[in-house]
């Protein structure tokens, strides 16, 4: 492994960067997106409107304070607005939820970089390769394969050490948009559904 790594050249110390870069991001996304987003909204919602009908506004309150889940501070900024109409608690849960989801999307950023930065890289490594194994033959004079055998590898090495890098990343940045996507859904869907209810229940006015 470490020979590989010495005949891919100096560009191998950028694909390492990167590869570092998007390993700490992943296991960072991951680790956030499995405590912010294991509570599924509509499950939280359904529970918000019976803790609600049985100990009011202030009891929904406490159920999101005590909820450490970016839905439950969602619907909590809008629980806290009740007395000044629809209007405003609309208001209130989007610019929540415009904070919570923020958190949610950070890093992700850094691993759509790095799956594209990665093959970039790589291809770069290609170019200087070949760049070598032609002054090879420039100073040979001739096309030997020991002249050229180490630019070549140079290229081949760096082309696989950054489509190997950016192929995983790839997985992971996609399945971390998905989850982000589903999960912002289901908070809005969760946010309407309790606007409804307080409108239904006459808790704030339209």
């Given at each position: 492994?470490?020979?590989?790594?010495?005949?891919?050249?100096?560009?191998?110390?950028?694909?390492?960067?990167?590869?570092?870069l998007a390993l700490v991001f992943?296991?960072?996304?991951?680790?956030?997106?499995?405590?912010?987003?294991?509570?599924?909204?509509?499950?939280?919602?359904?529970?918000?409107?019976?803790?609600?009908?049985?100990?009011?506004?202030?009891?929904?309150?406490?159920?999101?304070?005590?909820?450490?889940?970016?839905?439950?501070?969602?619907?909590?900024?809008?629980?806290?607005?009740?007395?000044?109409?629809?209007?405003?608690?609309?208001?209130?849960?989007?610019?929540?939820?415009?904070?919570?989801?923020?958190?949610?999307?950070?890093?992700?950023?850094?691993?759509?970089?790095?799956?594209?930065?990665?093959?970039?890289?790589?291809?770069?490594?290609?170019?200087?390769?070949?760049?070598?194994?032609?002054?090879?033959?420039?100073?040979?004079?001739?096309?030997?394969?020991?002249?050229?055998a180490g630019g070549i590898s140079?290229?081949?090495?760096?082309?696989?050490?950054?489509?190997?890098?950016?192929?995983?990343?790839?997985?992971?940045?996609?399945?971390?948009?998905?989850?982000?996507?589903?999960?912002?859904?289901?908070?809005?869907?969760?946010?309407?559904?309790?606007?409804?209810?307080?409108?239904?229940?006459?808790?704030?006015?339209?």
């Amino acid at each position: 492994m470490i020979e590989l790594f010495v005949k891919g050249g100096d560009m191998m110390w950028g694909l390492l960067a990167i590869a570092i870069l998007a390993l700490v991001f992943i296991i960072e996304r991951a680790i956030t997106l499995i405590i912010k987003a294991r509570l599924n909204p509509m499950t939280f919602v359904n529970d918000l409107k019976a803790t609600i009908d049985a100990d009011g506004i202030d009891g929904g309150l406490k159920l999101c304070n005590e909820t450490p889940q970016p839905v439950a501070k969602i619907l909590a900024a809008g629980l806290e607005k009740v007395s000044l109409g629809k209007e405003v608690v609309e208001e209130n849960i989007a610019a929540k939820a415009s904070v919570e989801l923020s958190f949610l999307d950070r890093g992700m950023i850094w691993i759509a970089m790095s799956s594209s930065l990665a093959p970039i890289l790589g291809f770069l490594g290609t170019v200087t390769g070949m760049i070598r194994a032609f002054e090879g033959i420039a100073k040979a004079g001739e096309v030997e394969p020991t002249v050229v055998a180490g630019g070549i590898s140079e290229a081949l090495i760096t082309t696989a050490t950054g489509l190997l890098i950016a192929a995983p990343v790839v997985f992971f940045h996609t399945l971390y948009s998905a989850i982000i996507d589903r999960y912002s859904r289901d908070m809005e869907q969760a946010s309407s559904l309790l606007v409804d209810y307080l409108l239904e229940k006459g808790l704030i006015k339209g």
